[in-house]
């Protein structure tokens, strides 16, 4: 750990020039975990350098080239590229190299920031259209980079799928970088709709150089449609993050006064392995990418009751009662599901279900104490003719559509047509309609769901690039219909950056408003979404085995508070595995999905245990202590486990689970962040041991040892530290 003299030091001294003169300029910017030497050439700018303080460097022979050509009125025109030295700027937390194209006017902006001074800097390139004419630019990689390593040396990588649909067997992958290493991880917002493509990725990779528990780390703040590649050739490993070139051509239109930005990337160094690399990004997300209002909320994560245990079936009725049950098991908020609109795109409540409407709903919530949140597909069109609904058939919503629709075509129960935010008027109605549904309603949280980012799009007269005439495929799944073209990534480009305009001014007018990363179950799940919305839906599949999956490989990465886990109803003969069900979705965001009037009376009374610890005490770790992965990746058959230790109020809590295998009673788990000398008060909390104390040193090397002879049982050991 790094001392706060060196990190104050670190934090003034910052940036150092090394020269002005020779046609060259280098800067160097420093956080406590990562320094980057960068350089700017006379045509183009370059990474040289990457240190983790107290390890060897890494050298970069090659970065991002600028492109190189642009298309002006249907020509090819080569881009000659001067570095302007007065618009270029270096200071003590931002590096700018501008670089200039005359024919056409073009202004590129390399920049690299410092959001804080720890962890990852910060990197994006921003492209003006400064000509009088619209120019057509290809891909601009956000990050491209040759390491030079030794050709023996022994490298790992490792990268976290997204938990879409249901977690996979693997989810967090440790992969040796050999000589032949060759790698591609995507992400967009529609990941995992077709089986036979590879699972998608959180956008984040991390590099290890085996032996040494440091490397360095990447990661796309963006929801689009982005990869990170990985290749290692010789004496070096080379890559490129940003957005996605396949389909390819990729190609983007530059209107005059126009602009593109690739997605902003992170490239941090880090010491302490995996989980510490992750204990420095966590903090950092939070910090850099989160919402300050939300983390202001002792509160935060709530605890949440969702009316999806009962499906579409909500109503006034329904919703009143599990309000008054919600309040009575000590829940944050009550969260209505799919099923209390009129139809879809018509987000209005259905009078049949709520003659009252919804407002009542939610006072009624209110005044039980709970917030009230709500789930809405908003990007959704659909076939309702009522006013203000989004009409498929609607001359002017058709517009908005990816593709003409079949005159059969209908919406599924909560799932209709997305349209392309993209498009200014739609974007227009999206933010009055979502600004409309949180202000009637009287909303706390809004939830959205759905493909909310246009898969491709068939229309040429869209801000996007047309697709390509002889080479798309229009595709129908789920109710909604997908075009493949090589527009594709143009098109979530756009989308995505008319999603977070629409919820920075929903956050900047209803401040305190939560949003929910829901876009089909953990398809959403990357740092641009983190940097828009307070929680994350991680997963489609709610058993106790899926949460635990989908949270082992998301907490690598992401604040354990953002990382919503639904707990839904599952065989629990024994309140051991009631426990170990609720306990499943506890060590994040939980949010109930079950009728919990029908629980027997001792499950309502565990559960109301559980609920007020949970708010008392394992929600003030979950928002703020390191998090260390002590066991493999839960299979449900064997034991896992998870550890949380706050060093600055010394406590922690070890989550530990056994799964359905009868033979192993007993399992030992290693725990981490002890400091050897001291002693610390173990505290079983259902009692399967006697509480006791330990040292550190007895801990660090012993771990901490758990029976549990019941399958599917669960136990939560609360670690105090006394010398303080
Ligand atoms: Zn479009």
Not at 249 to 275: C, E, H, I, M, N
Not at 604 to 615: G, M, Q, S
Not at 659 to 671: A, I, L, W, Y
């Amino acid at each position: 750990m790094i001392s706060l003299a060196r990190m104050l030091i670190r934090s003034l001294v910052v940036v150092l020039l090394t020269s002005w003169a020779c046609g060259q300029v280098s800067a160097r910017l420093e956080t406590a975990d990562t320094e980057l030497v960068l350089e700017a050439g006379v045509s183009s700018p370059k990474l040289i350098s990457l240190e983790v303080p107290g390890q060897p460097q890494w050298t970069n022979r090659s970065s991002e080239g600028l492109i190189p050509f642009a298309e002006v009125s249907g020509r090819q025109v080569p881009l000659t590229w001067r570095l302007d030295r007065n618009a270029s700027e270096i200071g003590s937390k931002r590096v700018a190299f501008v670089y200039d194209s005359a024919n056409p006017h073009l202004r590129l902006t390399w920049e690299w920031r410092v959001p804080e001074n720890y962890g990852p800097v910060e990197h994006q390139i921003h492209i003006e259209n400064l000509d009088p004419q619209e120019v057509w630019i290809p891909m601009q990689d956000s990050l491209a980079f040759r390491w030079q390593v030794a050709p023996a040396e022994p490298l790992e990588h490792v990268y976290v799928e997204k938990g879409a649909d249901t977690p996979s067997p693997v989810g967090t992958h440790e992969a040796s970088i050999d000589d032949r290493y060759r790698w591609t991880g995507t992400s967009s917002t529609y990941g995992d709709i077709h089986s036979e493509q590879p699972r998608e990725i959180v956008p984040w990779s991390l590099i290890e150089r085996v032996g040494t528990s440091s490397g360095w780390y990447l990661g796309i703040e963006f929801s689009g449609c982005t990869r990170i590649a990985l290749r290692r050739t010789g004496d070096g490993l080379e890559g490129e993050a940003g957005l996605n070139p396949d389909p390819a051509p990729f190609r983007s239109k530059l209107v005059a006064g126009g602009w593109f930005q690739s997605p902003t990337v992170f490239l941090g160094g880090f010491g302490g392995g995996v989980d510490g690399a992750g204990n420095v990004l966590r903090r950092w997300v939070r910090a850099v990418l989160g919402n300050p209002l939300t983390w202001k909320d002792p509160n935060y994560p709530l605890v949440v009751n969702n009316s999806w245990g009962g499906g579409m079936g909500v109503n006034e009725e329904v919703a009143r009662r599990m309000i008054r049950d919600s309040a009575e098991l000590g829940v944050d908020m009550f969260h209505i599901d799919a099923g209390w609109f009129r139809a879809v795109g018509d987000w209005h409540p259905d009078p049949q279900k709520f003659p009252r409407g919804l407002a009542v709903i939610a006072d009624d919530a209110h005044q039980h104490g709970l917030r009230f949140g709500m789930w809405v597909d908003w990007t959704q069109a659909g076939l309702s003719t009522e006013p203000g609904a989004l009409n498929a058939r609607d001359p002017r919503v058709r517009d908005w559509l990816v593709t003409d629709l079949p005159a059969d075509w209908k919406p599924e129960p909560f799932k209709g047509q997305t349209i392309d935010l993209g498009v200014a008027a739609a974007k227009e109605w999206a933010e009055r309609e979502t600004e409309r549904i949180v202000t009637d309603y009287h909303l706390d949280m809004l939830e959205h769901d759905g493909y909310l980012v246009a898969h491709g799009c068939d229309r040429s007269d869209h801000p996007h690039a047309a697709p390509d005439p002889l080479n798309k495929c229009v595709y129908k799944t789920w109710g909604s219909y997908f075009v493949d073209s090589s527009n594709s990534t143009d098109v979530s480009y756009h989308a995505v950056r008319a999603y977070y305009d629409i919820y920075s001014k929903l956050r900047r007018d209803h401040p305190g408003l939560l949003f929910e990363i829901c876009n089909d179950g953990g398809r959403m799940v990357d740092f641009g979404s983190a940097a828009h919305g307070d929680y994350f839906s991680i997963t489609d599949t709610y058993d106790p085995l899926s949460n635990r999956r989908a949270f082992y490989d998301t907490s690598h990465v992401l604040p354990a508070a953002m990382l919503e886990s639904y707990v839904e109803k599952w065989p629990t003969p024994h309140i051991e595995n009631f426990r170990y069900m609720l306990r499943s979705g506890m060590m994040g965001w939980l949010t109930i999905m079950q009728d919990t009037n029908s629980w027997s009376a001792e499950q309502h009374a565990e559960a109301k245990r559980e609920i007020d610890l949970y708010k008392k005490e394992l929600r003030p770790l979950i928002r703020d202590a390191n998090l260390y992965h002590i066991s493999a990746r839960p299979d449900g058959v064997g034991w896992d486990a998870i550890e949380y230790w706050d060093q600055n109020r010394g406590k922690g809590v070890v989550y530990v689970f056994h799964g359905t295998s009868p033979e192993e009673k007993t399992h030992s788990f290693p725990v981490r962040g002890f400091e050897a000398p001291h002693h610390y008060r173990l505290i079983f909390q259902d009692h399967s041991a006697r509480d006791r104390i330990a040292t550190g040193e007895e801990l660090m090397a012993s771990g901490v040892k758990v029976d549990l002879p019941m399958p599917n049982s669960s136990e939560l050991i609360f670690i105090e530290e006394l010398d303080r």
